[in-house]
């Protein structure tokens, strides 16, 4: 028999066995693919074995929880007989339990699942390349294992898989160098889904000084003059003030009726709709399936106070998700900006910054803006004159055309280059 010092020994070996296996499962899955294939592609066999045990992450997970659970139950009986040998039958299964058993769980799991997580990126590609040499050892077991587990679900399924992706993984999908499995647009599109959650009404809206409304009081022939001119479907009526919107006027309702309508609108209640408010914070994604069901095109966004804020169609909703869709709020991007015969580009304050990125190649860094205007607002801290201008990361911004409130045209260009200093001769 044994010595009970040397069972303690092997005990202590099983432990680093099961600490081992246990480390490799969150290091390998936590690890940056990204990384991972930077570092394959330049010779790393670690993170070349890596990505190989990812692909297959049927053969992964077998041959982990195969090693990993035969160290633990070993070393659970092992850690009982031992118990029982120091304290005897009547205490030792005790002591095996509250013990013994919860030291393998904390030492064993926990300790390394949390230390390896923390290093993943490092530690994976050294842990995959263990984990491939028992993947030999134990190829005949996971094997079977793999067959019988694929035979259950098929009878369970009829046959057919349901795949599963998490948010997660499609978030490391998105932001992965593409290798061909998605194509550009697909990208950009998972990218605004999983972005969609995040909006509120505040982010999509067209802004109030943006958005066509009359007042209560003007007369019919006048309003379809204004629709005529705006070109909207429908336009915002308000009382006394802007803020104070009372309802909405289809184009087609008021048009019906003829130019020869006389009198204010307020005396037509028929033709005015009542406004649909929703808060400037409501959550994007619950104000879009709430649209939807109500079968409502436009909405009044509203602030704390009451006042309205803005207007939010439900094609603004679509297109964070699908990208721009014209509609009669959009402003002609192809108007939007002017390339100068000097190498300038004048641009219109309301171009939005990723556009403006994008298209213009003019680096903005992110912020809570989401216009050129914007961004030169908060740069400012004011609002700026015609004629100033500001240079940032060697770009310079000149307000060619602004009112008191707002900035209208902007022209943007890059800074000469500054010549070497010249060497002082006399030295």
């Keep these: 028999m044994m010595s009970t010092t040397l069972l303690i020994f092997i005990g202590i070996l099983l432990l680093l066995g099961e600490a081992v296996f246990s480390g490799s499962e969150i290091a390998i899955i936590s690890a940056n693919r990204a990384r991972l294939r930077s570092l394959a592609k330049g010779g790393d066999k670690g993170a070349e074995t890596a990505l190989r045990l990812l692909d297959a992450p049927e053969w992964l997970m077998g041959t982990i929880l195969t090693c990993h659970n035969t160290f633990f139950v070993t070393n659970v009986t092992l850690a009982t007989y031992v118990a029982i040998d120091i304290a005897g039958p009547r205490y030792g299964e005790l002591l095996s339990v509250l013990v013994v058993i919860p ?3 904390i030492f064993g799991e926990v300790v390394p699942k949390s230390y ?6 490092i530690l994976a590609p050294r842990l995959a390349r ?12 996971v094997w079977l294992l793999n067959r019988l587990i694929r035979s259950v679900l098929s009878r369970n399924d009829g046959g057919h ?41 505040a982010n999509v809206m067209v802004p109030q000084v943006e958005v066509s409304a009359v007042d209560e009081e003007l007369g019919i022939e006048d309003v379809i003059e204004r629709i005529k001119t705006a070109g909207h479907s429908s336009i915002l009526i308000y009382k006394e003030e802007i803020h104070h919107i009372v309802g909405v006027v289809n184009a087609r309702d008021i048009i019906a009726i003829g130019e020869e309508a006389r009198g204010p609108l307020k005396l037509k209640p028929e033709l ?22 109500e079968k409502i095109k436009l909405a009044v966004a509203v602030d704390e106070y009451g006042g309205c804020v803005g207007v939010v169609t439900i094609e603004d909703l679509v297109e964070e998700i699908v990208g721009e869709i014209s509609d009669e709020y959009d402003v002609d991007e192809g108007r939007l900006y002017q390339h100068l015969a000097d190498s300038n580009i004048l641009v219109d304050a ?61 022209r943007c260009g890059r800074e000469p280059a500054r010549p070497p200093a010249e060497d002082d001769p006399s030295e």
Excluded at 130 to 141: D, G, N
Excluded at 169 to 191: H, Q, T, W, Y
Excluded at 272 to 293: N, Q, T
């Design 161 to 201: 898989s349901s795949p599963f992706v998490t948010r997660q993984e499609l978030e490391i999908l998105v932001e992965e160098p593409s290798e061909g499995d998605l194509r550009a647009g697909e990208r950009k599109m998972i990218g605004r889904i999983l972005s969609f959650g995040g909006l509120d009404v």
């Design 116 to 121: 390896c997580q923390d290093r993943a990126d």
């Design 350 to 410: 309301r171009m939005e910054v990723e556009a403006v990125k994008e298209e213009l190649s003019v680096p903005i860094p992110d912020g809570d803006y989401e216009t050129l205007g914007g961004y030169l607002l908060e740069v400012f801290a004011r609002i700026p004159k015609p004629g100033e201008q500001i240079s940032v990361d060697g770009w310079k911004f000149t307000v060619t055309e602004a009112t008191d409130r707002q900035i209208e045209k902007i």
């Design 130 to 141: 263990l984990v491939w040499r028992a993947r030999s050892v134990v190829y005949p077991f």
């Design 272 to 293: 005015v709709r009542p406004p649909y408010f929703v808060p400037e914070s409501k959550p994007a994604d619950d104000l879009l399936e709430e649209m939807r069901r």
């Design 103 to 105: 030291i393998l769980v």
